[in-house]
Nanobody, 122 residues
């Protein structure tokens, strides 16, 4: 079982950057693919990015491609989401999640963090 804790959210102006971190407990972090999802007010949860166990392959939603970068450090049991050129529509609660296989589908993920709020002002 994995416990996930996100950090790094906050308030930023449009065009700014934030880096989210997700720290995983336990010694099995490297067996999980990791993903980031977000839920904006009044909207469904949506896929943002995912990374395979090794970190060799990444996946992105079209809305963030070219602006966000997912990465992981298996030695630190941590996955990151670097967010650049932020837009007001990126405002949401961001969640990290762990799955046995990288996926864009939330149902594939076994464990979820509690979320961290990102607010982008115009």
């Amino acid at each position: 079982q994995a416990q996930l804790v996100e950090s790094g959210g906050g308030l930023v102006q449009a065009g700014g950057s934030l880096r989210l971190s997700c720290a995983a407990s336990g010694r099995t972090f490297r067996v999980y693919a990791m993903g980031w999802f977000r839920r904006a007010p009044g909207k469904e949860r949506e896929f943002v990015a995912a990374i395979t166990r090794s970190g060799n392959t990444t996946y992105y939603a079209d809305s963030v491609k070219g602006r966000f970068t997912i990465s992981r450090d298996n030695a630190k049991n941590t996955v990151y989401l670097q967010m650049n050129s932020l837009k007001p529509e990126d405002t949401a609660v961001y969640y990290c999640a762990a799955a046995l296989t990288a996926s864009t589908v939330a149902g594939a993920y076994l464990y979820w963090g509690q979320g961290t709020q990102v607010t982008v002002s115009s």
